[in-house]
């Protein structure tokens, strides 16, 4: 990584991954110390593998836009099926919306950037206990 004090750059193919279902997690946000959002990076290795987890966002009532860096995914957003290749954002404001994607190409990459409106942002468990295994390491 490189930067100043107030910035960092690192190419995403340097953030360490962990293992995540289907599909291998980037912490982004860990890895650059950001504090005031969440965001991930994820990365199905095979086409058809589910990319983004099958979840909402009530409990934490996060607004989440996604944005495909590589390859090809398909979104079920509130069972509307969402087309969406490299280059694609997809903005999920409604937390209790269910959403999923699976990979249509081998080696999508889907960027997770989220947070609640008008609220501090707190990293969720799931998270944290994640993110532990970095420092860990």
Same mark, same amino acid.
């Given at each position: 990584?490189?930067?100043?004090? %107030?910035?960092?750059?690192?190419?995403?193919? %340097?953030?360490?991954?962990?293992?995540?279902?289907?599909?291998?997690?980037?912490?982004?946000?860990?890895?650059?110390?950001?504090?005031?959002?969440?965001?991930?990076?994820?990365? #199905?290795?095979?086409?058809?593998?589910?990319?983004?987890?099958?979840? %909402?966002?009530?409990?934490?009532?996060?607004?989440?836009?996604?944005?495909?860096?590589?390859?090809?995914?398909?979104?079920?957003?509130?069972?509307?099926?969402?087309?969406?290749?490299?280059?694609?954002?997809?903005?999920?404001? %409604?937390? #209790?919306?269910?959403?999923?994607?699976?990979?249509?190409?081998?080696?999508?990459?889907?960027?997770?950037?989220?947070? #609640?409106?008008?609220?501090?942002?707190?990293?969720?468990?799931?998270?944290?206990?994640?993110?532990?295994?970095?420092?860990?390491?």
């Amino acid at each position: 990584m490189a930067g100043g004090s %107030d910035y960092t750059r690192v190419a995403l193919a %340097d953030v360490p991954t962990l293992p995540d279902g289907e599909a291998a997690w980037a912490p982004v946000r860990h890895a650059l110390d950001i504090e005031a959002f969440g965001v991930n990076a994820f990365t #199905a290795a095979r086409s058809g593998s589910v990319v983004i987890e099958d979840h %909402d966002e009530s409990e934490s009532q996060h607004e989440e836009l996604y944005v495909v860096l590589t390859g090809h995914a398909e979104f079920t957003i509130d069972g509307e099926q969402v087309d969406a290749p490299a280059g694609t954002l997809v903005a999920v404001r %409604d937390p #209790a919306l269910r959403r999923v994607a699976r990979a249509t190409q081998a080696q999508t990459t889907v960027l997770a950037v989220g947070a #609640a409106v008008g609220a501090a942002f707190e990293p969720l468990e799931w998270e944290r206990r994640g993110a532990a295994a970095f420092d860990n390491a």
